[in-house]
Nanobody
Framework: VQLQASGGGLVQPGGSLRLSCAAS????????MGWYRQAPGKQRELVAH???????HYADSVKGRFTISRDNAKNALYLQMNNLKPEDTAVYYC?????????????????WGRGTQVTVSS
C-alpha cells in the first residue's frame, strides 16, 4: 500500500490550497484517514481526521478554515485549506488505516504518505 500526497505549494496569506492523497495497492478497505503536519522544530500534529462514515474532527487552529473529505470509491483523501496563515506553513502528511493483502497476508495497519510542503508567505 502506498499513499501519495500532492497539492502543496507557496501561497500568500489569505489564499487557498487543496491537498490530495491517493491510496494504491492491494487495498481491501480504508478505515479512518487523517491529515497531519509538521513545522520546522515542532512535533507532528493532527490537523483533521475523518472516519469511514464521514465523521470529522479538526484541530482548533484550523476549524472554520480547513475541510477534510474523502472519496471512498477512489481511495482518496482531500484537505481544502482556505484563509491560510503563515503559521500553517509545514509539511503536510496523510495517514490512513488500511486493511490490505490477501489470505494469511491480510493485515490492518496505519500507512503514511511522504508529505507535501505548504508554505504561506507574502
Amino acid at each position: 500500500v502506498q499513499l501519495q500526497a500532492s497539492g502543496g505549494g507557496l501561497v500568500q496569506p489569505g489564499g487557498s490550497l487543496r491537498l490530495s492523497c491517493a491510496a494504491s495497492g492491494s487495498i481491501f478497505n480504508i478505515n479512518d484517514m487523517g491529515w497531519y503536519r509538521q513545522a520546522p522544530g515542532k512535533q507532528r500534529e493532527l490537523v483533521a481526521h475523518i472516519t469511514s462514515g464521514g465523521s470529522t474532527h479538526y484541530a482548533d487552529s484550523v476549524k472554520g478554515r480547513f475541510t477534510i473529505s474523502r472519496d471512498n470509491a477512489k481511495n482518496a483523501l482531500y484537505l481544502q485549506m482556505n484563509n491560510l496563515k503563515p503559521e500553517d506553513t509545514a509539511v503536510y502528511y496523510c495517514k490512513a488505516n488500511v486493511g490490505a493483502g490477501v489470505g494469511d497476508f491480510f493485515s490492518v495497519r496505519d500507512y503514511w504518505g511522504r508529505g507535501t510542503q505548504v508554505t504561506v508567505s507574502s
